[in-house]
Protein backbone atom coordinates (compact mmCIF):
# COMPACT_ATOMS: atom_id res chain seq x y z
CA UNK A 1 0.00 0.00 0.00
CA UNK A 2 1.15 3.15 -0.96
CA UNK A 3 1.42 5.98 2.02
CA UNK A 4 -1.30 8.47 1.13
CA UNK A 5 1.56 12.07 1.38
CA UNK A 6 -1.16 13.99 3.19
CA UNK A 7 -1.22 11.54 6.84
CA UNK A 8 1.52 13.40 8.32
CA UNK A 9 0.28 13.19 11.55
CA UNK A 10 0.73 11.76 14.88
CA UNK A 11 -2.15 9.50 15.91
CA UNK A 12 -2.20 7.67 19.92
CA UNK A 13 -3.91 4.52 19.95
CA UNK A 14 -5.40 3.67 22.93
CA UNK A 15 -6.21 -0.31 23.59
CA UNK A 16 -5.59 -2.95 25.94
CA UNK A 17 -5.77 -5.70 23.70
CA UNK A 18 -2.63 -6.41 22.04
CA UNK A 19 -4.35 -8.08 18.56
CA UNK A 20 -6.25 -4.41 18.02
CA UNK A 21 -2.66 -2.55 18.76
CA UNK A 22 -0.71 -4.18 16.15
CA UNK A 23 -3.28 -4.15 13.79
CA UNK A 24 -4.09 -0.68 13.82
CA UNK A 25 -0.55 0.07 14.18
CA UNK A 26 0.39 -1.53 10.83
CA UNK A 27 -2.87 0.17 9.05
CA UNK A 28 -1.95 3.92 10.02
CA UNK A 29 1.91 3.25 9.56
CA UNK A 30 0.64 2.02 5.72
CA UNK A 31 -1.37 5.38 5.46
CA UNK A 32 1.71 7.29 6.45
CA UNK A 33 0.89 7.96 9.89
CA UNK A 34 3.43 8.12 12.76
CA UNK A 35 1.95 6.22 15.61
CA UNK A 36 1.85 6.05 19.31
CA UNK A 37 0.66 3.83 21.39
CA UNK A 38 -0.83 3.01 24.69
CA UNK A 39 -2.58 0.24 26.87
CA UNK A 40 -4.44 2.05 29.04
CA UNK A 41 -5.89 5.44 30.10
CA UNK A 42 -3.60 6.31 32.56
CA UNK A 43 -0.54 5.78 30.01
CA UNK A 44 -2.50 7.60 27.63
CA UNK A 45 -2.45 10.30 29.77
CA UNK A 46 0.79 10.21 30.41
CA UNK A 47 2.15 10.18 26.85
CA UNK A 48 0.82 13.30 26.39
CA UNK A 49 2.38 15.14 29.54
CA UNK A 50 5.34 14.48 26.62
CA UNK A 51 3.77 14.80 23.46
CA UNK A 52 0.68 15.93 22.05
CA UNK A 53 -0.70 14.06 19.11
CA UNK A 54 -3.01 15.39 15.98
CA UNK A 55 -5.58 12.21 16.97
CA UNK A 56 -6.68 9.79 19.34
CA UNK A 57 -8.34 6.48 18.73
CA UNK A 58 -9.52 5.20 22.10
CA UNK A 59 -11.01 2.09 23.11
CA UNK A 60 -13.86 2.90 25.34
CA UNK A 61 -13.63 -0.56 27.73
CA UNK A 62 -10.25 -0.72 29.53
CA UNK A 63 -9.49 -1.92 33.02
CA UNK A 64 -8.84 0.83 35.59
CA UNK A 65 -9.74 3.95 34.00
CA UNK A 66 -12.34 3.92 30.97
CA UNK A 67 -12.30 5.17 28.10
CA UNK A 68 -14.82 7.88 28.49
CA UNK A 69 -13.20 9.05 31.68
CA UNK A 70 -10.08 9.39 29.86
CA UNK A 71 -11.73 10.88 27.26
CA UNK A 72 -13.18 13.55 30.08
CA UNK A 73 -10.14 14.60 31.45
CA UNK A 74 -8.37 14.85 28.02
CA UNK A 75 -10.98 17.76 27.35
CA UNK A 76 -10.55 19.33 30.77
CA UNK A 77 -6.74 19.95 29.90
CA UNK A 78 -6.41 22.92 28.13
CA UNK A 79 -3.33 21.94 25.88
CA UNK A 80 -4.78 19.11 24.35
CA UNK A 81 -8.68 19.90 24.89
CA UNK A 82 -8.30 20.57 20.36
CA UNK A 83 -7.02 16.96 20.10
CA UNK A 84 -9.87 15.33 18.34
CA UNK A 85 -10.80 11.77 20.36
CA UNK A 86 -12.37 8.87 17.78
CA UNK A 87 -13.92 6.13 20.29
CA UNK A 88 -13.31 2.70 18.90
CA UNK A 89 -15.63 -0.41 20.86
CA UNK A 90 -17.76 -3.11 21.03
CA UNK A 91 -20.76 -0.92 23.10
CA UNK A 92 -23.38 -0.09 19.88
CA UNK A 93 -26.12 1.05 22.16
CA UNK A 94 -27.72 4.84 22.06
CA UNK A 95 -26.60 5.32 25.78
CA UNK A 96 -23.17 3.98 24.96
CA UNK A 97 -22.74 6.50 21.73
CA UNK A 98 -24.03 9.53 23.95
CA UNK A 99 -21.77 8.78 26.57
CA UNK A 100 -19.01 8.53 24.53
CA UNK A 101 -20.06 12.45 22.58
CA UNK A 102 -20.69 14.02 25.88
CA UNK A 103 -17.64 13.27 27.08
CA UNK A 104 -16.27 15.03 24.47
CA UNK A 105 -15.60 12.50 21.75
CA UNK A 106 -15.93 13.62 18.03
CA UNK A 107 -17.03 10.36 16.28
CA UNK A 108 -17.53 7.03 17.53
CA UNK A 109 -16.67 3.37 15.26
CA UNK A 110 -18.27 0.68 16.65
CA UNK A 111 -15.90 -2.89 16.71
CA UNK A 112 -15.31 -4.60 14.90
CA UNK A 113 -13.29 -1.56 13.73
CA UNK A 114 -13.32 -1.75 9.32
CA UNK A 115 -10.08 -0.36 7.88
CA UNK A 116 -11.93 1.31 4.95
CA UNK A 117 -14.25 3.46 7.64
CA UNK A 118 -11.72 4.09 10.47
CA UNK A 119 -9.23 5.75 7.87
CA UNK A 120 -12.24 7.89 6.09
CA UNK A 121 -13.28 9.19 9.70
CA UNK A 122 -9.64 9.43 10.56
CA UNK A 123 -8.73 11.84 7.96
CA UNK A 124 -11.83 13.99 7.97
CA UNK A 125 -11.56 14.94 11.48
CA UNK A 126 -7.88 15.70 10.66
CA UNK A 127 -8.56 17.53 8.16
CA UNK A 128 -10.83 19.80 10.28
CA UNK A 129 -8.67 20.13 13.19
CA UNK A 130 -6.12 21.71 10.83
CA UNK A 131 -8.84 24.08 9.90
CA UNK A 132 -9.82 24.91 12.98
CA UNK A 133 -6.10 24.70 14.84
CA UNK A 134 -4.79 27.91 11.71
CA UNK A 135 -8.36 29.72 12.63
CA UNK A 136 -7.52 29.78 16.00
CA UNK A 137 -4.11 30.38 15.25
CA UNK A 138 -4.69 33.65 13.09
CA UNK A 139 -7.13 34.77 16.16
CA UNK A 140 -3.90 34.76 18.46
CA UNK A 141 -1.78 36.76 16.52
CA UNK A 142 -4.34 39.01 15.67
CA UNK A 143 -5.07 39.53 19.18
CA UNK A 144 -8.65 39.18 19.61
CA UNK A 145 -10.40 38.48 22.31
CA UNK A 146 -12.80 35.32 21.03
CA UNK A 147 -14.63 32.70 23.68
CA UNK A 148 -16.20 29.38 22.09
CA UNK A 149 -19.17 28.02 24.09
CA UNK A 150 -20.55 24.62 24.29
CA UNK A 151 -24.31 23.71 24.07
CA UNK A 152 -24.03 23.58 28.32
CA UNK A 153 -22.61 26.97 28.34
CA UNK A 154 -18.87 25.70 29.50
CA UNK A 155 -16.17 27.26 27.79
CA UNK A 156 -15.01 24.88 24.44
CA UNK A 157 -12.08 27.68 24.02
CA UNK A 158 -10.48 30.67 24.46
CA UNK A 159 -7.93 32.88 23.00
CA UNK A 160 -5.39 33.96 24.82
CA UNK A 161 -6.61 37.88 25.26
CA UNK A 162 -9.87 36.63 26.15
CA UNK A 163 -8.41 34.43 28.85
CA UNK A 164 -6.22 37.63 30.02
CA UNK A 165 -9.64 39.90 29.60
CA UNK A 166 -11.60 37.44 31.52
CA UNK A 167 -8.63 36.99 34.00
CA UNK A 168 -9.10 40.17 35.52
CA UNK A 169 -12.97 40.24 35.06
CA UNK A 170 -13.91 37.05 37.35
CA UNK A 171 -10.68 37.16 39.53
CA UNK A 172 -12.58 36.01 42.37
CA UNK A 173 -13.30 33.09 40.23
CA UNK A 174 -10.26 31.47 39.36
CA UNK A 175 -10.17 33.41 36.26
CA UNK A 176 -13.38 31.16 35.04
CA UNK A 177 -15.91 33.68 34.11
CA UNK A 178 -19.31 32.65 36.52
CA UNK A 179 -21.89 30.44 35.70
CA UNK A 180 -24.49 32.82 35.20
CA UNK A 181 -22.66 34.79 33.23
CA UNK A 182 -21.76 32.13 30.82
CA UNK A 183 -25.87 31.18 30.70
CA UNK A 184 -26.62 34.61 29.89
CA UNK A 185 -24.12 34.92 27.38
CA UNK A 186 -25.35 31.37 25.54
CA UNK A 187 -28.33 32.83 25.53
CA UNK A 188 -28.03 36.45 23.39
CA UNK A 189 -29.25 36.50 19.97
CA UNK A 190 -26.73 36.67 17.08
CA UNK A 191 -25.58 40.75 17.54
CA UNK A 192 -26.73 40.69 21.37
CA UNK A 193 -24.33 42.06 23.86
CA UNK A 194 -23.43 41.33 27.51
CA UNK A 195 -21.40 43.25 30.17
CA UNK A 196 -18.58 41.55 32.01
CA UNK A 197 -17.60 42.98 35.56
CA UNK A 198 -16.10 46.06 34.82
CA UNK A 199 -12.05 46.04 35.71
CA UNK A 200 -9.24 48.52 35.83
CA UNK A 201 -11.90 51.36 34.29
CA UNK A 202 -12.34 49.04 31.58
CA UNK A 203 -15.99 47.53 30.27
CA UNK A 204 -15.40 43.78 29.11
CA UNK A 205 -18.37 43.57 26.37
CA UNK A 206 -19.87 39.97 24.72
CA UNK A 207 -20.70 40.34 21.37
CA UNK A 208 -22.58 36.67 20.47
CA UNK A 209 -21.46 35.83 17.34
CA UNK A 210 -24.03 33.14 16.42
CA UNK A 211 -23.60 29.04 16.21
CA UNK A 212 -20.00 28.69 14.93
CA UNK A 213 -20.41 24.75 14.72
CA UNK A 214 -22.59 21.88 15.73
CA UNK A 215 -23.22 22.81 19.76
CA UNK A 216 -20.90 25.89 20.09
CA UNK A 217 -21.65 29.73 20.59
CA UNK A 218 -18.76 32.10 19.22
CA UNK A 219 -18.21 35.56 21.50
CA UNK A 220 -16.16 38.27 20.33
CA UNK A 221 -14.85 39.99 23.38
CA UNK A 222 -14.59 43.76 22.97
CA UNK A 223 -13.00 46.49 26.02
CA UNK A 224 -14.92 50.00 26.17
CA UNK A 225 -14.50 52.74 28.44
CA UNK A 226 -17.39 52.82 30.31
CA UNK A 227 -19.00 55.89 28.62
CA UNK A 228 -18.43 54.74 25.22
CA UNK A 229 -22.15 53.61 24.54
CA UNK A 230 -22.90 57.23 25.99
CA UNK A 231 -20.85 58.95 23.58
CA UNK A 232 -21.53 56.69 20.58
CA UNK A 233 -25.22 57.34 21.34
CA UNK A 234 -24.76 60.96 21.06
CA UNK A 235 -22.82 61.39 18.49
CA UNK A 236 -24.33 58.94 16.43
CA UNK A 237 -26.93 62.42 15.49
CA UNK A 238 -30.33 60.81 15.57
CA UNK A 239 -33.05 62.78 15.25
CA UNK A 240 -35.78 62.79 18.17
CA UNK A 241 -38.28 60.53 16.11
CA UNK A 242 -35.23 58.15 15.87
CA UNK A 243 -34.57 57.97 19.82
CA UNK A 244 -38.16 57.04 20.46
CA UNK A 245 -37.94 54.19 18.11
CA UNK A 246 -34.63 53.24 19.24
CA UNK A 247 -35.37 53.34 23.22
CA UNK A 248 -38.78 51.21 22.03
CA UNK A 249 -36.73 48.75 20.16
CA UNK A 250 -34.68 49.11 23.55
CA UNK A 251 -37.76 47.84 26.06
CA UNK A 252 -38.02 45.10 23.68
CA UNK A 253 -41.04 46.13 21.49
CA UNK A 254 -41.75 45.07 18.38
CA UNK A 255 -42.45 47.21 14.89
CA UNK A 256 -46.15 46.86 15.23
CA UNK A 257 -46.16 47.86 18.42
CA UNK A 258 -43.51 50.90 18.06
CA UNK A 259 -45.91 51.59 15.44
CA UNK A 260 -48.87 51.54 17.63
CA UNK A 261 -47.55 53.48 19.91
CA UNK A 262 -45.91 56.63 17.72
CA UNK A 263 -49.02 56.61 15.81
CA UNK A 264 -47.27 55.13 12.60
CA UNK A 265 -47.09 52.98 9.91
CA UNK A 266 -44.69 49.52 10.68
CA UNK A 267 -43.17 50.66 7.66
CA UNK A 268 -42.25 53.71 8.43
CA UNK A 269 -40.94 51.76 11.41
CA UNK A 270 -38.64 49.98 9.60
CA UNK A 271 -37.28 53.14 7.61
CA UNK A 272 -36.26 54.59 11.21
CA UNK A 273 -34.76 51.72 12.20
CA UNK A 274 -32.63 51.27 9.14
CA UNK A 275 -31.65 54.90 9.84
CA UNK A 276 -30.20 54.25 13.27
CA UNK A 277 -28.63 50.98 12.40
CA UNK A 278 -26.51 53.10 9.81
CA UNK A 279 -25.68 56.15 12.17
CA UNK A 280 -24.54 53.64 15.03
CA UNK A 281 -22.94 51.47 13.30
CA UNK A 282 -24.45 47.87 13.90
CA UNK A 283 -26.29 45.24 11.54
CA UNK A 284 -28.69 43.86 13.63
CA UNK A 285 -31.79 44.59 15.76
CA UNK A 286 -30.27 42.77 19.03
CA UNK A 287 -26.94 44.42 18.68
CA UNK A 288 -28.68 48.55 18.67
CA UNK A 289 -30.77 47.18 21.44
CA UNK A 290 -27.80 46.40 23.60
CA UNK A 291 -26.16 49.43 22.83
CA UNK A 292 -29.34 51.60 23.97
CA UNK A 293 -30.32 50.03 26.90
CA UNK A 294 -28.17 50.99 29.11
CA UNK A 295 -28.37 54.71 27.84
CA UNK A 296 -32.17 55.33 27.00
CA UNK A 297 -33.33 52.73 29.70
Known amino acids: MTPNPENTGTVLVVDDA ?6 LCELLEQEG ?4 VARSGTEALSRLEYL ?4 ILLDALMPGLSGFETCARIKANPAWAH ?3 IFMTGLSETGDVVQGFESGAVDYVVKPVRAGEVLARLATHLRNARVARLARDAVDLGGLGVLMLDARARVAWRSP ?3 RWLAECFAGN ?3 PAPEWLAQAIALAPGGELDAPASAGQQLVARSLGRAGLDETMLLLVRRDPAAREDRIESAALTPRETEVLSWVAKGKTNRDIAEILGMSPRTVNKHLEHVFEKLGVETRAAAAALASRTLG
Open 174 to 176: DGD
Open 18 to 23: PDTLRW
Open 33 to 36: YTVL
Open 161 to 163: QAG
Open 83 to 85: VPV
Open 52 to 55: VPDA
